[in-house]
C-alpha cells in the first residue's frame, strides 16, 4: 500500500512538472515575438518614415526654404543636402524650383541629379518643356543632366 501511494503522489508531482515544463517552453517560444513587438527598433521603419528626411537634413531644409536667409547660406544649405543625398529631402526641393536666382536653381538640380530619385521626375520634366519658364543654358543643361540622372528622357514628350 506504501509503495501504491507514493507511486500515486510521483505520478500527480510529475504530471504538474510537465505541465510546469509545457508553459516554460510556450513561453520560451513565444518570447521573441513579445519582445519585438514591444520594441520599436526591431520593427521594420515605415514607408513614411523611411522617405522622412534626417534631423541634420530636416536643419538644412530649413534653412534652404526661408528666402529670408541670405542667399550665400542658402546656397550652402543645398550644397550639405547634395552631400547627403536623402531621398526623403526631394518633395520640398522640388517646391523651391524654378528660382529667380539663377545659381541657386543650379545647386537644386545638381542635388536632385545626385540623389537620383524618379520621384522628382515629372516635376523636373514639366519645367523642361514649359513654354512658361524661360531657362538660361546653364539651367536648362543642369535640368537635363538632373532628368537624366532621375531616370528619365529630357527630350521625350509625355
Known amino acids: 500500500m506504501r509503495y501504491l501511494t507514493f507511486i500515486v503522489r510521483f505520478a500527480r508531482s510529475w504530471g504538474v512538472l510537465l505541465v510546469a515544463l509545457r508553459f516554460l517552453l510556450v513561453a520560451l517560444c513565444a518570447l521573441p515575438f513579445m519582445t519585438s513587438c514591444a520594441r520599436n527598433d526591431r520593427m521594420p521603419p ?3 518614415e ?3 528626411p534626417s534631423p541634420e537634413a530636416e536643419q538644412w531644409l ?4 526661408d528666402e529670408g536667409k541670405d542667399l550665400q ?18 518633395p520640398r526641393l522640388v517646391k523651391l524650383l524654378p528660382n529667380s536666382e539663377g545659381y541657386f536653381t543650379l ?3 545638381a542635388a536632385l541629379g545626385e540623389i537620383k530619385s524618379p520621384e522628382a521626375l515629372p516635376i523636373l520634366e514639366k519645367m523642361y518643356h514649359d513654354k512658361d519658364h524661360d531657362l538660361i543654358g546653364q539651367v536648362r543643361s543642369a535640368l537635363s543632366s ?7 528622357d529630357p527630350h521625350a514628350r509625355r
Do not use: M, P
Not at 62 to 65: H, L, S
Not at 73 to 90: M, Y
Open 62 to 65: 530649413t534653412i534652404a526654404e
Open 50 to 52: 523611411q522617405n522622412k
Open 146 to 152: 538632373a532628368i537624366r540622372e532621375c531616370g528619365g
Open 46 to 48: 515605415s514607408i513614411a
Open 73 to 90: 547660406d542658402r546656397i550652402k544649405a543645398v550644397q550639405h543636402l547634395e552631400r547627403l543625398k536623402e531621398e526623403g529631402t526631394v
Open 107 to 109: 545647386r537644386i538640380l
